[in-house]
């Protein structure tokens, strides 16, 4: 399938190997867009990783690795619930001044900022 081969090329660029694996990931789609969200815009994709292990190692990767081209524009995300969604856009004005000053953060679970 074209999505799971997409999935393999970024995991490659990411520094991780899939080629000896077919099940490498448990599942994968694309996700259905909010009305109110540009439609021309490329829909988000859901990914769940054979192991959590995988998914640890993909989700560091892509924090120390910037993506080529044509993959240069995609972020990976882990995902997190609706409720800890909301209350981390509490902090949205805290993060927008962290952004502006080019200081580094990260996120625990569920809701704190450690700064950097």
Avoid at 14 to 41: A, C
Avoid at 59 to 68: D, G, M, N, V
Wanted: hydrophobic share 30%; glycine share 0%; net charge positive.
């Amino acid at each position: 399938d074209k999505l799971q081969d997409h999935i393999r090329e970024i995991f490659a660029q990411l520094g991780i190997q899939t080629t000896n694996s077919s099940n490498f990931l448990e599942r994968s789609h694309r996700v259905m867009k909010p009305e109110y969200v540009d439609q021309s815009k490329p829909r988000d994709v859901m990914i769940c990783c054979s192991s959590y292990k995988l998914k640890e190692q993909v989700i560091k990767a892509s924090r120390l690795t910037k993506l080529k081209d044509p993959h240069s524009d995609i972020r990976i995300f882990p995902d997190i619930s609706y409720h800890t969604r909301i209350k981390r856009k509490s902090f949205a004005n805290y993060t927008k001044i962290l952004h502006q000053k080019n200081i580094r953060y990260v996120w625990r679970y569920p809701c704190k900022i450690i700064v950097s």
